[in-house]
């Protein structure tokens, strides 16, 4: 069974970076799209950035230029560095990645941003 197991969240200062991470157990086919969301208390889950099969990227406006996404297509692995980092940044961050006719979502790992 694939499981999906983020790491790499935490607290941190405003401007600050951190780098997210998340691993497959388990072989995982025909994957397509590799992505991370996220939720804040109280609001809907939000695409935040997608790499795709072939590279290309996908990122949320509110995140563009400070945040990169990256795949280890060896390792099933897709990361998230974020930098310059806001408290609106704050919320449980999600790693998904899609395959032909269906996703795997991992459990979620918490990040927060505060002085």
């Known amino acids: 069974q694939v499981q999906l197991v983020e790491s790499g969240g935490g607290l941190v200062q405003p401007g600050g970076s951190l780098k997210l991470s998340c691993a497959a157990s388990?072989?995982?086919?025909?994957?397509?799209?590799m992505g991370w969301y996220r939720q804040a208390p109280t609001k809907e889950r939000e695409l935040v950035a997608i790499?795709?099969?072939?590279?290309?990227?996908i990122y949320a406006d509110s995140v563009k230029g400070r945040f990169t996404i990256s795949r280890d297509n060896a390792k099933n692995g897709v990361h998230l560095q974020m930098n310059s980092l806001k408290p609106e940044d704050t919320a449980v961050y999600y790693c998904?990645?899609?395959?032909?006719?269906?996703?795997?979502w991992g459990k979620g790992t918490l990040v927060t941003v505060s002085s």
């Open positions: 998904n990645i899609g395959v032909v006719g269906g996703s795997f």
């Open positions: 388990g072989s995982i086919f025909n994957i397509r799209d």
């Open positions: 790499i795709r099969s072939g590279g290309s990227t």
